[in-house]
């Protein structure tokens, strides 16, 4: 961009301004200054920093610089650009003025204006560029950096083209519409386009935007300009750093002797943070010390200016050996507005030079070890606009400094962490009334705090837009003037002693979340609560609350999402709106109440279109369901309906919820009395599925789990379910849980079992399994069952349960069976055969006490330990057995036998295929020569 002469005219065509004004909207969209909020998203609840006037004049001479850009703010810190233009290396760089690294403004705008032409206009000479200790008047402006050429050539007055564009250009776009339009773009990201900019923006210098190919170390790529990642500056070359703050460098291999080079403060000042911050151990140490932090892009750097205002190093490991160190930080980055060092590992005490940080307007240290008290020295922090100490392990009374803080905006002193958190002590100050840009409050988990909410907060924090005072202790009653927080969004009051009744008439109708759960309020939801008409979230979960829900909750509450009125005393039955309107409820919780009545119906799923989870578990509900019920509730990701006294059949249209991953009817007597329905199968995204304690029976649909391979957990326990186990309950490949107990299930236990890479649990306890434990289920090497190897975040070996006791499993069992699994065998006797004698082809029947309830496979055992043959029964049940009597010939060896006088004698025994019972009956073939 350049400017026009004093007193010259612009003129430009309708061509040129197209071009132009394309090229501005370009500029200003491509290139931004906060280029992220940071390496994790997470609510910027307190707005971007304000900068001062003269760092945002600043961004824009370098953006004027583009396409140099940031790599701009290096050249200028570097002192290179003085050379490039004809000046010795050694000369003070004119250009620095760009980067207004100076500590006084007016002292810098001085010394510029002594080297710029009278015949400039005041306006312009802060944008002019002098050239080798002489004025251009005829391109006076900015000088771009895109090409050495061009810079060659602007200071020898061979180029002359375009300057009416420029003049043009200055016209359309004067430096104040400039500036606010910078504004308004720093304002414009969201918290997660921010992050993604910045990652952007880092990942971008590792890559040779004319090759396209990653940076190697020494890649020439704007070599002489100082920019990019290793490129010109390897931090190899021989240096040292002068008194004053002053780098003295070896410029390049043969050059002679040290030459100075000017760093930025900001630099010496990150550098030595990173030093006594265990810098090399952090998480992310992407180019840090590499050039300028600015030009260079260090990770969780943010600049205006080429200063950097913005320090975002959370999750990053910043240790601090220990303790946290700003002095570095004070003492040189003076244009730093905000800290993020959030869930780092640092702990100690806050350090006193944080308090000289005056110009600190967010600072946010949650999820760390940090001890000790509030100092009464935040009141040096005047300009503080979020401060965020939550999680950590400090103590000791509120102070009463922080009233001080008129544009404190956050105050996050609350939220237990996974460590530690604080324990602050109360009262609340009174001197906080002078908190009056307060928006955003939470002392949440201070069990200490105490007290009943004090009318001055009500009076005083009128801008409060959320109140988080949950688990703090408090008593008393909620006070009827709390309608005077006329800006209030989130109430959230959980977790303390509150009595009396919900004022819902006196809750301001703008409120979006109100949270009173686990307190001891009592009376009911009234239907002034229908005034809430902006609710989104209603939780008054475990209080003494009762009487009947109000019908407004179900309709005439259009924006709520989450109901919760768990644990409570509630009565009647849920209804299905009668408004025209579709509800918006996600997610409705009304588990342990007194609930009653018919309630599920298509139609009460047809109004609510979009709920996921119905938890209405441990109520008196009754009825059964219509066929078309879930037709309508293929969101449904929960359902939870069990304790209560639903009739069977399950429905066919429970297969319609294809979402569906958690599926609780347990404990419904009367629910399974028609079986389980084949449609279930449908519901292939399940992962949790019970039906324990619900009267089905019969056998299991052999297919019923074949589509179903993300199933965790699997409760059939406590009915009167027959057969064997279906073939398709080894689909599941993730199964965890597998219990059966109680049941009438029989057949021999499955080897696939110990085959689940994944499965810690199975119960068959008092069940009909017969036969031998596969040897699989041991290992001799660890005289246990095989333990689980390792899966993602799961350490291998961890301990599987495996629990078959009160089977009637063929004696004898081995002992790791008994001590590991707790199974149990049953003796069995023979009373008498008939006939006692046969050449084979008769039917053979056995007569006893203790053998297994009729199976398929049961049958007759002929021979001896060694030797022998299986037949299946004809007939059998727990007295009586029938087999056909095989040839000797089919006996392992029969052919080669010789009998005795009175025949050949073996023994006959009842068992399966694989196991017999431990003692049998004499029986002779006869005639055998």
Avoid at 49 to 61: D, F, G, I
Avoid at 71 to 99: C, K, M, N, Q
Avoid at 104 to 115: G, H, I, L, V
Avoid at 412 to 427: A, C, H, I, Q, T
Wanted: with cysteine.
């Amino acid at each position: 961009m350049r400017a026009p002469r004093a007193g010259q005219t612009s003129r430009v065509d309708d061509s040129s301004f197209g071009a132009m004004r394309v090229v501005v909207l370009l500029v200003l969209v491509h290139v931004h200054v906060a280029d992220a909020f940071g390496p994790r998203p997470r609510p910027r609840l307190y707005g971007k920093p304000n900068v001062p006037r003269h760092l945002l004049e600043a961004e824009l001479a370098l953006r004027e610089l583009a396409p140099g850009g940031a790599a701009a703010a290096g050249l200028l810190a570097d002192g290179v650009w003085g050379s490039i233009a004809g000046e010795s290396a050694s000369t003070t760089p004119r250009f620095e003025e760009y980067a207004l690294r100076g500590d006084s403004r007016d002292a810098r705008e001085r010394t510029f204006r002594s080297d710029v032409s009278n015949s400039v206009s005041a306006q312009d000479e802060e944008y002019t560029v002098e050239m080798n200790g002489e004025i251009d008047g005829g391109i006076a402006g900015i000088v771009p950096a895109d090409s050495l050429d061009s810079m060659r050539a602007s200071r020898t007055g061979q180029s002359r083209a375009g300057v009416s564009d420029a003049v043009e250009l200055r016209a359309l776009s004067t430096r104040e519409n400039a500036l606010a339009a910078l504004e308004r773009e720093r304002e414009a990201l969201s918290p997660s386009e921010e992050m993604f900019a910045m990652l952007r923006r880092e990942g971008e210098h590792f890559v040779n935007p004319r090759t396209g190919k990653p940076f190697v170390w020494g890649d020439t790529w704007m070599h002489s300009r100082g920019g990019g990642v290793g490129t010109g500056r390897p931090e190899s070359r021989p240096r040292r750093i002068t008194k004053d703050g002053v780098v003295e460098v070896m410029p390049a291999k043969n050059d002679d002797g040290y030459k100075l080079v000017p760093v930025s403060s900001d630099k010496r000042g990150l550098v030595e943070f990173y030093e006594k911050c265990n810098g090399p151990r952090w998480s992310n140490t992407r180019n840090w010390g590499v050039g300028e932090p600015c030009a260079n892009a260090w990770h969780g750097v943010l600049c205006v200016g080429g200063r950097v205002t913005e320090l975002i190093l959370n999750l990053n490991n910043v240790a601090c050996m220990g303790s946290l160190d700003f002095a570095a930080l004070a003492d040189h980055v003076r244009e730093l507005r905000y800290i993020d060092l959030s869930d780092n590992l640092f702990s100690g005490s806050l350090p006193k030079d944080l308090f000289r940080m005056t110009q600190l307007q967010s600072l946010v240290l949650s999820g760390n070890r940090i001890t000790g008290t509030l100092s009464e020295d935040f009141a040096n922090l005047q300009e503080l606009r979020h401060l965020d100490l939550s999680a950590n392990a400090m103590h000791g009374p509120l102070p009463n400094s922080l009233g001080t803080l008129g544009k404190l905006e956050v105050l996050y002193l609350g939220e237990s962490g996974l460590e530690n958190k604080n324990d602050f002590v109360g009262p609340i100050p009174e001197s906080w009334r002078g908190l009056k840009s307060l928006k955003y409050f939470s002392l949440a988990g201070n069990a200490n705090v105490g007290g009943t909410l004090a009318d001055w907060l009500l009076n005083s924090l009128e801008s409060l837009h959320e109140l988080t005072l949950s688990r703090c202790g408090l008593t008393g009653e909620i006070p009827r003037n709390i309608n005077q927080l006329n800006s209030l969004r989130l109430l959230d009051l959980s977790g303390n002693m509150l009595r009396g009744h919900v004022p819902f008439d006196s809750f301001t109708r703008h409120l979006k979340d109100l949270r009173l759960a686990n307190n001891e309020l009592e009376g009911t939801l009234t239907s002034a609560i229908g005034n809430l008409r902006e609710i989104e979230r209603l939780d008054v979960s475990s209080n003494n609350l009762s009487g009947e829900l109000p019908v407004e909750l179900f309709g005439g509450l259009g924006a709520l999402e989450i109901l919760d009125v768990s644990n409570n005393r509630f009565t009647g039955t849920l209804q299905a709106s009668t408004s025209p309107d579709a509800s918006e409820l996600r997610i409705i919780n009304a588990e342990n109440n007194r609930l009653s009545g018919a309630l599920l119906c298509a139609d009460f799923f047809r109004h609510a279109p979009h709920l996921r989870f119905l938890k209405l578990s441990n109520n008196e509900i009754s009825g059964s369901f219509a066929d078309d019920t879930f037709e309508a509730a293929g969101e449904l990701v929960e359902l939870h309906l069990s304790r209560n006294n639903f009739a069977g059949p399950l429905p066919r249209s429970l297969g319609s919820m294809k979402k569906l991953k958690s599926l609780r009817l347990n404990d419904n007597p009367r629910l399974g009395t028609h079986g389980i329905a084949e449609s279930l199968s449908e519901c292939i995204d399940l992962r949790i599925l019970d039906v324990s304690r619900s009267g089905f029976e019969g056998m299991i649909p052999e297919t019923l789990f074949e589509r179903m391979s993300r199933l965790v957990h699997v409760n059939l326990s406590g009915n009167l379910f027959t057969g064997e186990l279906p073939p398709s309950l080894a689909a599941p490949k993730f199964l965890r849980k597998l219990e059966l107990q109680d049941n009438g299930f029989y057949g021999e236990i499955p080897e696939w079992l110990i085959r689940r890479d994944h499965l810690e649990l199975v119960d068959f306890t008092r069940n009909s399994f017969t036969g031998a434990l596969p040897s699989a289920f041991y290992s001799a090497s660890t005289q246990s069952i095989p333990t689980l190897p390792g899966y993602g975040n799961r350490p291998a070996g961890v301990p599987r349960r495996f629990k078959f006791g009160r089977n009637p499993f063929f004696c004898p069992l081995p002992n790791w069976a008994r001590v590991l699994t707790a199974a149990t065998c049953r003796e069995a006797t023979i009373v008498s055969i008939e006939p006692t004698t046969s050449k084979g082809g008769d039917v053979l029947t056995i007569v006893g006490s203790g053998f297994h309830r009729a199976q398929i496979n049961v049958g007759c055992m002929f021979g001896n330990e060694v030797e022998r043959v299986f037949v299946r029964s004809m007939r059998s049940n727990d007295t009586h057995v029938s087999c056909v009597v095989p040839s000797l010939h089919s006996l392992p060896g029969g052919a080669r036998r010789k009998n005795n006088a009175a025949g050949l004698a073996v023994s006959v025994r009842v068992g399966i295929e694989s196991a017999a019972m431990t003692l049998g009956e004499l029986f002779i073939y006869e005639g055998v020569s």
